[in-house]
């Protein structure tokens, strides 16, 4: 017995290295975590709208008063925006890493507005960016800084009670998640150049509407 | 011989300790990262930017897409408040006082995380939709059958989850004090 004291602390010691490993390892290696579900039935940089109180809910534990819709985006190409309108002051947006880091929240009582746009600006483009890029929306645009290229932005509906189901649906189907292409600037000096712009510059939508812009004030 | 069968065993326990223990603590946590309250359990640190890795890594194996504490608050309940498990063989009442936050709701569930079917369609109520009787509270009964006020279908053979939701919990004075937490509601056993 004596002589396996040393194999016991050294598997002490092993159970401790394998616990941390374990530990830290699992946010790496899981298949099954909120991203990988969601990729399973969604494209990226698209809004989806989820059932409410469905039986086979694609996250564990969703709430079935509450009206989901949610978009996984991916900034690598262009910026993307997300707009909707809110029902009441418990709506609520939340934008998350695709590790479920939740970097931005806000709810419509604090938004004081009915109709909310983000715009999703990855940290790593910032500086080329926010000096530059412009939108029709001006203050009605809440700019949030990604830290990562990619993450999941999901829109929050309680459900006052199922007589308001349909009409939460509704409002939430108006929804929007589309990435926002810049034209390059050269192509916007030169339409500015012509007689018949001479407005407003532009920008193309997700849709790849022109638009008129003007300065953006609110980075969050 | 000897040394093989010391190697062996020194190689299973490592396993067994060190996958055991990181099993069990992703899944039920510590005082730490997961405080109780009553019969509520939060991960207090889920959806923050500096969660400790226990957070993650559950978030991470279980899929939850939480929202930070002082955003929104999920609490979990198993148990009643005197510590008995949930079940759909007793009846329940749950005692709560108008919570401060936004929005919060309690949904049922059963152990596995599912909505329990009924024909009612009830899963859940919210401070929408529940009532302030005149003694200030609001509650809300689980059991099989059909009961006068707020019920909640609870099925048959099964035990049960509870969740408690909150949007925007906290005041910003509470924020400012560190309150984490309120008066949360009670789970009183009635007959089974």
């Not at chain 1, 109180?53 to 949610?70: C, E, I, K, R, S």
């Not at chain 2, 011989?1 to 065993?9: A, P, S, T």
């Amino acid at each position: 017995m004596r002589a396996f004291w040393p194999w016991l602390l050294a598997s002490v010691f092993c159970a401790g290295v394998i616990h941390v490993l374990t530990v830290f390892g699992v946010p790496y290696l899981a298949t099954r975590d909120a991203w990988s579900r969601l990729s399973a039935l969604s494209d990226q940089n698209q809004l989806y709208l989820l059932p409410i109180a469905a039986a086979d809910t694609p996250l564990p534990f969703m709430a079935p008063d509450v009206a989901y819709a949610f978009c996984r985006f991916d900034l690598s190409a262009s910026n993307v925006s997300l707009q909707t309108e809110l029902g009441d002051g418990s709506w609520s947006i939340a934008v998350s890493g695709r590790h479920g880091e939740n970097f931005y929240f806000i709810s419509g009582s604090e938004a004081k507005r009915r109709e909310l746009r983000l715009l999703l600006v990855p940290r790593a483009r910032l500086s080329e960016e926010v000096s530059t890029e412009r939108s029709e929306e001006g203050d009605e645009q809440i700019i949030v800084i990604t830290p990562n290229m990619t993450g999941i932005a999901v829109i929050r509906a309680p459900v006052r009670g199922p007589s308001f189901a349909d009409d939460t649906i509704r409002l939430l189907q108006s929804a929007q998640c589309q990435p926002v292409i810049e034209q390059d600037p050269n192509v916007i000096a030169a339409e500015e150049a012509k007689p018949e712009l001479n407005g407003p510059a532009i920008i193309r939508g997700g849709g790849g509407a022109r638009r008129p812009i003007r300065p953006r004030t609110r980075v969050q | 011989m000897k040394n093989l069968v010391h190697f062996l065993c020194f190689a299973l326990l490592s396993l067994a300790l060190g996958l055991g223990s990181a099993y069990y603590f992703i899944e039920h946590g510590f005082a730490l990262v997961a405080p109780n309250n009553g019969p509520w359990k939060t991960w207090i640190n889920a959806g923050s930017l500096t969660a400790d890795p226990y957070t993650r890594a559950r978030i991470a194996r279980f899929g939850d897409l939480p929202i930070t504490s002082g955003s929104g608050l999920t609490f979990v309940a198993k148990t009643d408040s005197d510590g008995s498990d949930l079940s759909s063989d007793c009846e329940y009442e749950i005692v709560a006082r108008p919570l401060s936050a936004i929005w919060w709701s309690i949904a049922l569930y059963d152990s596995d995380g599912e909505l329990i079917p009924n024909k009612a369609g009830r899963h859940a109520f919210n401070s929408q939709n529940l009532t302030v009787l005149p003694d200030g509270t609001q509650r809300i009964i689980l059991a099989r059958e059909a009961r006068p006020g707020h019920w909640l279908p609870s099925g048959e053979d099964h035990d049960l989850t509870l969740v408690l939701r909150m949007i925007r919990p906290l005041s910003l004075e509470q924020q400012r004090q560190g309150l984490a937490f309120q008066s949360l509601p009670s789970i009183q056993k009635g007959n089974c």
